[in-house]
């Protein structure tokens, strides 16, 4: 069975400060998703990562998908209040469901 | 560009009446499509997922059922809700392009049983 851990499960800091929330798993992927969810709305996509090592930034926000292709990161630079919400990885493979991880809930307070 | 409606958004229910949600994907064909459930402040379970018309797989035996009447339409129905099919449903489509294969969401829908 593939599973996917997220950490920390909550996380709550100033308007301004750094952060990184992590995705890991045992299993490989072929591709890796972030999403943004807001209270009451579906998840956003955020991000599509597929090789190993990749690293993608979309503005303050900067993921890396794993050598192995088995965790992934978040980091945001300089966090606002609008960056709140829950942070959602899913993987993937082809021809399989996709594996989602529980979700780390941030609060950035102004 | 490709877009996923689903209605209504917010429902009140009673104990023991049925159920239907609807989710409608435009501006694409054939795409795989899946119902998952979200308890409050949790990550997604899902529930039904289809690769073509009248094509439902069952991720998790309960009394809801799932239907793919039209190419680009997906239906999650219940005859009798219980209290414990409170929660927040979304809908999904996916998109494979070589090896990254992603999901895109609906707006959700968020059911409330009494």
């Known amino acids: 069975t593939q599973l996917l851990e997220q950490s920390p499960q909550f996380l709550s800091i100033q308007e301004g400060e750094n952060l990184t929330v992590y995705c890991n798993s045992s299993s490989v992927f072929s591709s890796l998703q972030w999403y943004r969810q807001e209270p009451g709305e579906g998840p956003v996509l955020l991000v599509t990562v597929v090789t190993g090592g990749e690293v993608k930034k979309l503005k303050r926000l900067t993921f890396q998908f794993g050598d192995a292709r088995k965790d992934s990161s978040l980091h945001i630079t300089a966090a606002q209040p609008g960056d709140t919400g829950l942070y959602l990885c899913a993987g993937g493979n082809y021809g399989q469901n996709f594996v989602f991880g529980p979700g780390t809930r941030l609060s950035v307070l102004p | 560009s490709q877009t996923i409606h689903q209605w209504p958004a917010t429902l009140v229910q009673p104990v023991g009446s049925p159920l239907s949600l609807e989710c409608t994907v435009e501006?694409?064909?054939?795409?795989?499509l899946y119902w998952y459930r979200q308890a409050a402040g949790r990550g997604l379970q899902l529930l039904f997922y289809s690769v073509g018309i009248g094509q439902i797989s069952s991720e998790v035996p309960q009394n809801l059922s799932a239907s793919r009447p039209q190419d680009r339409q997906f239906i999650l129905s219940s005859k009798k809700l219980l209290l414990s099919d409170s929660g927040f449903y979304l809908c999904?489509?996916?998109?494979?392009?070589?090896?990254?294969?992603?999901?895109?969401f609906g707006p959700g829908t968020r059911l409330l049983v009494l």
């Open positions: 999904a489509w996916s998109w494979t392009s070589g090896s990254a294969v992603t999901q895109y």
């Open positions: 501006g694409t064909s054939n795409p795989n």
